[in-house]
């Protein structure tokens, strides 16, 4: 996919991080990363896309990298495992503050036909249905990595990151046979020879960095290898039902999770998950990042009124959990 990266270039200059809603070239903020932000930028050649900007590399080296990463990501996921992803592309450049800054690009998909959205407008059966696909498509990777150990690769199931192909919020409707596309492709985390390919200290850099010890030693590793474990990977998925408000749709979900990998996805061998197990994980999750973002927000505040630097990161505002 082709981008004018003039123009992402023109944003950049008017962009103030501290509020992206008033840039020079309006703009529209999709969705928060942890480490990204996610823009629809108003223009004609642009109002179709999703531009994801990531401000976190520090040397040409680390983008080239990042680059191929994230290319090998999209391919093995499209070509090798044959799930579906929207049409992609990638842009970086310095800055004129000095700032390297990344774009990863896709197509804008319908916000309605997004995971966390659609769960709002199907019928319990439909969530359902919705969560079995997801299910399917996940199994894909699970039985991509236990071919290939040594080029294992991670994914993050969460419902906010998948959309359903076509999908009509005024008649939402599912079948066994709709098609998801799976979009949150910004963290390609990859095995070569067995061993990660995404340099974790990425992830650290929009950490505040009094912090950085903390983190490292507290989670970065539970938090890079959850992503390979099917059965973690399952457990977060139904977790992101608290999360999103739906809590009363947990205990089905683990039953039809149960459901699925005793018959369809047996051969992955998981062991029954249960709804406590969920309940106890979600808790910790949710402590985990309402943290991590009280403490971004700290040296935000840091920054502006002590250090007097510029601070580069986009930050949420309230999320309810
Ligand atoms: N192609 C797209 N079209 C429309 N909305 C998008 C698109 N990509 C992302 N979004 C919106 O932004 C949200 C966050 O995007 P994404 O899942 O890629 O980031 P993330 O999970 O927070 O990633 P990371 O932690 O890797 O930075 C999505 O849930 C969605 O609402
Ligand atoms: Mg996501």
Same mark, same amino acid.
């Given at each position: 996919?082709?981008?004018?990266?003039?123009?992402?270039?023109?944003?950049?200059?008017?962009?103030?991080?501290?509020?992206?809603?008033?840039?020079?070239?309006?703009? #529209?903020?999709?969705?928060? +990363?942890?480490?990204?932000?996610?823009?629809?930028?108003?223009?004609?050649?642009?109002?179709?896309?999703?531009?994801?900007?990531?401000?976190?590399?520090?040397?040409?080296?680390?983008?080239?990298?990042?680059?191929?990463?994230?290319?090998?990501?999209?391919?093995?996921?499209?070509?090798?495992?044959?799930?579906?992803?929207?049409?992609?592309?990638?842009?970086?450049?310095?800055?004129?503050?000095?700032?390297?800054?990344?774009?990863?690009?896709?197509?804008?998909?319908?916000?309605?036909?997004? +995971?966390?959205?659609?769960?709002?407008?199907?019928?319990?059966? +439909?969530?359902?249905?919705?969560?079995?696909?997801?299910?399917?498509?996940?199994?894909?990777?699970?039985?991509?990595?236990?071919?290939?150990?040594?080029?294992?690769? +991670?994914?993050?199931?969460?419902?906010?990151?998948?959309?359903?192909?076509?999908?009509?919020?005024?008649?939402?409707?599912?079948?066994?046979?709709?098609?998801?596309?799976?979009?949150?492709?910004?963290?390609?985390?990859?095995?070569?020879?067995?061993?990660? #390919?995404?340099?974790?200290?990425?992830?650290?850099?929009?950490?505040?960095?009094?912090?950085?010890?903390?983190?490292?030693?507290?989670?970065?590793?539970?938090?890079?290898?959850?992503?390979?474990?099917?059965?973690?990977?399952?457990?977060?998925?139904?977790?992101?039902?608290?999360?999103?408000?739906?809590?009363?749709?947990?205990?089905?979900?683990?039953?039809?999770?149960?459901?699925?990998?005793?018959?369809?996805?047996?051969?992955?061998?998981?062991?029954?998950?249960?709804?406590?197990?969920?309940?106890?994980?979600?808790?910790?999750?949710?402590?985990?990042?309402?943290?991590?973002?009280?403490?971004?927000?700290?040296?935000?505040?840091?920054? #502006?009124?002590?250090?007097?630097?510029?601070?580069?990161?986009?930050?949420?505002?309230?999320?309810?959990?």
């Amino acid at each position: 996919m082709q981008v004018d990266i003039e123009l992402l270039k023109e944003f950049e200059r008017g962009l103030d991080p501290a509020h992206p809603e008033t840039s020079r070239i309006p703009a #529209r903020v999709l969705g928060y +990363g942890e480490i990204s932000t996610i823009f629809e930028i108003q223009t004609e050649s642009t109002k179709n896309l999703a531009c994801k900007r990531m401000p976190i590399f520090k040397t040409k080296e680390e983008i080239a990298q990042y680059e191929i990463l994230y290319t090998d990501y999209n391919e093995l996921l499209s070509k090798e495992l044959g799930i579906n992803i929207p049409e992609w592309g990638f842009a970086s450049f310095i800055s004129e503050a000095g700032n390297i800054i990344a774009f990863d690009i896709q197509r804008k998909l319908n916000s309605e036909s997004i +995971g966390n959205r659609a769960i709002h407008t199907l019928n319990t059966e +439909g969530v359902r249905t919705l969560f079995m696909l997801v299910l399917r498509e996940l199994t894909r990777v699970w039985e991509f990595n236990l071919a290939n150990p040594d080029r294992a690769l +991670g994914i993050d199931g969460q419902i906010s990151n998948w959309a359903i192909d076509g999908f009509d919020a005024s008649r939402p409707q599912l079948s066994a046979g709709s098609r998801l596309l799976y979009f949150d492709t910004s963290t390609p985390l990859m095995k070569k020879n067995g061993l990660e #390919r995404l340099d974790p200290e990425l992830f650290l850099r929009s950490a505040p960095s009094f912090l950085v010890w903390l983190i490292r030693w507290l989670f970065l590793e539970g938090v890079m290898t959850r992503y390979y474990d099917a059965r973690l990977v399952t457990i977060d998925l139904i977790a992101n039902f608290y999360k999103e408000q739906r809590p009363e749709l947990v205990p089905g979900l683990v039953q039809a999770a149960n459901e699925f990998y005793a018959a369809e996805g047996a051969s992955l061998g998981i062991k029954p998950i249960t709804e406590k197990e969920v309940k106890a994980y979600y808790k910790e999750d949710a402590m985990i990042w309402v943290l991590f973002l009280a403490f971004r927000r700290f040296d935000r505040w840091l920054h #502006r009124y002590i250090l007097r630097k510029p601070y580069i990161y986009i930050l949420p505002g309230y999320i309810k959990r």
